[in-house]
């Protein structure tokens, strides 16, 4: 029996409005999100080809849509911090590694990206300091 087992979401373009740019300043054209979840194996390893045996991640895909859209953010950290807060609303989710690019950076060229490991014990107290 594998002993970790995970969700990942990679390269998926959200609609974030992130950052205030100048003139001459570079202004991205996408932001990109990488989530890596960690759940227990008994949510992979299923006995029954069963929605109800499995972890949903539909609805947190909403959530997470929803808050890149819900305002202008000055900071990738900040957007990245309430996506955070929402896994954290999930007990499925034991950890998490979430990293956040925009591009191009310069010149038309190149990503940049905020990553942030949230391990079972971190989980653990941000859970107990939200509620």
């Given amino acids: 029996m594998p002993s970790l087992s995970f969700i990942e979401l990679k390269d998926l373009q959200i609609a974030a409005r992130i950052g205030t740019y100048g ?3 570079v202004v991205p054209d996408a ?4 989530l890596t979840l960690t759940i227990s194996t008994h949510l992979v ?4 080809d069963e929605m109800a045996l499995v972890f949903d991640y ?8 929803t808050l890149a859209r819900a305002q ?3 900071t990738q950290e900040r957007l990245i911090t309430r996506i955070v807060e929402a896994c954290a609303q999930y007990p499925q989710i034991e950890a998490l590694d979430i990293c956040l690019r925009k591009r191009p950076v310069l010149s038309g060229t190149g990503t940049l990206g905020v990553r942030l490991i949230v391990d079972g014990e971190a989980m ?3 859970r ?3 509620s």
């Fill in 23 to 25: 003139p001459d300043d």
């Fill in 31 to 34: 932001h990109i999100l990488d």
């Fill in 45 to 48: 390893m299923v006995p029954r």
């Fill in 58 to 65: 539909d609805p947190l895909i909403r959530r997470i849509d």
């Fill in 72 to 74: 202008h953010y000055e």
């Fill in 124 to 126: 653990t107290v941000l």
């Fill in 128 to 130: 107990n300091a939200m």
